[in-house]
């Protein structure tokens, strides 16, 4: 995708556009001008654990002086391992970008001196009223819990609290792993997220359905009928979803761990379905308001009707709700429209 912009919005040539990938390593001689695409990943990779080719193609991309970094997701760049691109890389002039500039370890302030002050900042709200973005209705749809899933988290939750003795001397393995799958698994979340996708299916929208669980991504999968991709999914699955979602005339329908959070560009996406998530993990919300922002075919400026959605199930209590709070308050904080439904009705 990089790639592609340089050569669409640029007068350089294809010849002078090199990849640094784990799967691509295009020689580059450091003299000529030139733009080289890397990953994070590549550039804090360790040197001694690095084969004869990428340990020559770093050597190379190390001795040169470059006149421009540009750090994409910059909001990573803080982390321990990430930080090594800035210290493996001379340049002149260093440029961050993101549109999450969150972090909730507290070390997103370290870019001030990593990188430099902030220089622009666009409100997401001016964005969407000019037209740049999509107009967004976020909805928290609380799911009420099954008698039986909840009495068996209420279980593990007493052995968290009190533990064997509260539960007759058994021993319940990770407990809290135990209950996370349980709020996740809720079959009335199950049956709730089946009704919402059937409601959109209807209005011809197509749907992701995110999962940071990769065991309720299987069974949701399978229940409902429709593809998945996920860490473990080759890259003919990835790349054959991917282009039937883009390019169906029709509904479509694909559920997606959390690889779908940042790199994957589908702008055809119109309903988000989040049905568990990294704890209250502001960025991440961001990140998956992000696949359905885009402006849509025929939008118009002056309609104030929404015209994409962004669901959250979360399981009535449980943890769940409180981890949904620091996400729902980041996305009020943008001034997005948010409302909460009672999933029993």
């Known amino acids: 995708q990089w790639k592609k912009e340089f050569l669409k919005f640029s007068t350089i040539k294809e010849k002078q556009v090199f990849r640094l990938t784990s799967k691509a390593k295009d020689w580059f001689d450091g003299k000529s001008a030139c733009v080289c695409i890397t990953t994070f990943s590549m550039m804090g990779f360790n040197d001694e654990r690095r084969g004869a ?6 050597e190379m991309l190390q001795s040169t002086d470059w006149g421009l970094m540009l750090l994409d997701e910059v909001h990573i760049a803080p982390a321990k391992t990430f930080r090594r691109t800035l210290q493996r890389v001379r340049a002149h002039t260093i440029l961050g970008l993101t549109a999450t500039l969150v972090r909730e370890d507290g070390l ?20 969407t009223d000019d037209g740049f973005l999509a107009r967004v209705m976020c909805k928290e749809v609380w799911c009420p819990m099954t008698p039986k899933f909840f009495e068996e988290y209420l279980v593990a939750q007493d052995y968290r609290d009190r533990g064997r003795e509260a539960c007759n001397g058994m021993t319940i393995e990770q407990p809290f792993r135990r209950q996370q799958r349980l709020y996740v698994m809720n079959p009335n979340k199950l049956f709730i997220c089946h009704h919402l996708v059937e409601e959109h299916r209807k209005r011809n929208e197509k749907i992701l359905v995110f999962s940071d669980d990769i065991f309720a991504l299987k069974i949701y999968s399978s229940v409902l009928g429709y593809p998945m991709i996920y860490g473990g999914s080759s890259g003919e699955e990835r790349f054959a979803c991917l282009t039937q979602f883009k390019t169906s005339t029709n509904a479509e329908v694909l559920l997606i761990s959390k690889i779908g959070d940042t790199s994957i560009d589908l702008p055809e996406c119109q309903v988000i379905i989040q049905i568990s998530s990294h704890g209250g993990s502001r960025r991440q919300e961001a990140q998956r308001l992000g ?15 929404p015209n994409a959605y962004f669901y959250s199930l979360i399981s009535q209590g449980t943890r769940e709700v409180y981890h949904n709070y620091n996400r729902q308050r980041y ?15």
């Not at 080719?53 to 770093?58: Q, V």
């Not at 922002?293 to 939008?299: A, D, F, L, V």
């Not at 997005?336 to 009672?342: H, I």
Request: charged share 30%; net charge negative.
């Open 291 to 305: 696949r359905v922002i885009r402006p849509k075919p025929g939008q118009d400026p002056e309609n104030k009707e």
């Open 331 to 345: 996305l009020v904080d943008q001034g997005y429209p948010y409302t909460v439904l009672d999933g029993a009705d």
């Open 108 to 127: 997103i302030d370290d870019l001030n001196y990593l990188i430099g002050p902030k220089l622009f900042e666009a409100n997401w709200m001016d964005l």
């Open 53 to 58: 080719e990428s340990r020559r193609a770093m």
